[in-house]
């Protein structure tokens, strides 16, 4: 995509997910696998240490409370 004249002018999709954390992807894939068009929206705001990662969450990416304390 180069620019605003590339984007679609419409979405067809049976279910939007807003998080990608391990709950969102678990829902992506049981409506996937029920045939449902899926998108997952996921955000991780930038830092200056350079905290970035993929789909997964930050339990999944960084480590949630109760892994820490195991």
Same mark, same amino acid.
């Given at each position: $995509?180069? /620019?605003?004249? &590339?984007?679609? !002018?419409?979405? &067809? #999709? &049976? @279910?939007?997910?807003?998080?990608?954390?391990?709950?969102?992807? %678990? %829902?992506? =894939?049981?409506?996937?696998? #029920? /045939? =449902? !068009? +899926? $998108? +997952? @929206? &996921?955000? +991780?705001?930038p830092t200056p240490l350079g905290t970035r990662w993929g789909l997964g969450g930050t339990c999944v990416n960084v480590g949630?409370?109760?892994? !820490?304390? $195991?």
């Open positions: $995509m180069n /620019g605003p004249e &590339d984007l679609p !002018k419409s979405y &067809d #999709y &049976d @279910l939007i997910i807003i998080g990608g954390g391990s709950g969102g992807l %678990a %829902a992506a =894939k049981e409506a996937a696998q #029920y /045939g =449902k !068009k +899926v $998108m +997952v @929206l &996921d955000f +991780v705001t949630c409370i109760p892994k !820490k304390l $195991m």
